[in-house]
């Protein structure tokens, strides 16, 4: 009997392509990670300052620091200008043609109007607002504390009247007979 020790011509083959499989998939790597663009160790070539001789950029020492980059003027930026803070009379205008379009960003507008002008006259009415933003956004517990504080702050007035009226009297989303003054 002969023993099998031998390999088959078709065992042979099939390494030969292992083999080249392996080296393959290790040049492909060693060429990926040489040639990937995160992995470079110089400059792309619009950046470059190309005045030099490129001996000259080799010989200088690692010291120095490289050259500054071009930028082209048209990637330059033109200065930050201050927005322009609005007056009194610009945010009020705001609130009004809010109205119930967009409680978030009434109730944002009264509260800042609120902190800029305090005893302004028309405090009361922004007051009013910060209440009906409260209402919109169904945050009535806040918009009954809002009120509390404007009968104390505005008493008298109809934009008092109005918020007590419909907060205190007979508060949203609770039943009729059970208003809280």
Same mark, same amino acid.
């Given at each position: 009997?002969?023993? %099998?020790?031998?390999? #088959?011509?078709? @065992?042979?083959?099939?390494?030969?392509?292992?083999?080249?499989? !392996?080296?393959?998939?290790? =040049?492909?790597?060693?060429?990926?990670?040489?040639?990937?663009?995160?992995?470079?160790?110089?400059?792309?070539? #619009?950046?470059? @300052?190309?005045?030099?001789?490129?001996?000259?950029?080799?010989?200088?020492?690692?010291?120095?620091?490289?050259?500054?980059?071009?930028?082209?003027?048209?990637?330059?930026?033109?200065? !930050? %200008?201050? =927005?322009?803070?609005?007056?009194?009379? #610009?945010?009020?205008?705001?609130?009004?043609?809010?109205?119930?379009?967009?409680?978030?960003?009434?109730?944002?507008?009264?509260?800042?109007?609120?902190?800029?002008?305090?005893?302004?006259? @028309?405090?009361? &009415?922004?007051?009013?607002?910060?209440?009906?933003?409260?209402?919109?956004?169904?945050?009535?517990?806040?918009?009954?504390? &809002?009120?509390?504080?404007? =009968?104390?702050?505005?008493?008298?007035?109809?934009?008092?009247?109005?918020?007590?009226?419909?907060?205190?009297?007979?508060?949203?989303?609770?039943?009729?007979?059970?208003? =809280?003054?």
């Amino acid at each position: 009997m002969k023993s %099998q020790t031998s390999s #088959s011509p078709s @065992d042979s083959v099939k390494m030969g392509i292992v083999a080249k499989i !392996v080296v393959s998939l290790g =040049v492909a790597g060693v060429l990926c990670f040489a040639l990937w663009p995160a992995r470079r160790t110089t400059a792309p070539k #619009s950046v470059v @300052d190309t005045s030099a001789p490129m001996m000259a950029q080799r010989e200088q020492p690692r010291t120095k620091p490289r050259p500054a980059a071009v930028v082209p003027a048209s990637l330059t930026v033109a200065p !930050v %200008q201050a =927005v322009p803070v609005p007056d009194e009379a #610009s945010l009020m205008s705001t609130l009004r043609a809010l109205a119930d379009s967009d409680p978030v960003r009434s109730l944002q507008l009264a509260r800042t109007a609120e902190q800029r002008f305090p005893t302004s006259p @028309d405090a009361a &009415e922004r007051s009013w607002f910060v209440c009906k933003s409260l209402v919109n956004l169904q945050r009535f517990r806040d918009a009954r504390e &809002e009120a509390k504080r404007m =009968v104390n702050e505005y008493p008298g007035t109809s934009w008092t009247t109005d918020v007590a009226r419909h907060l205190l009297v007979n508060p949203p989303g609770l039943p009729a007979d059970s208003a =809280v003054p």
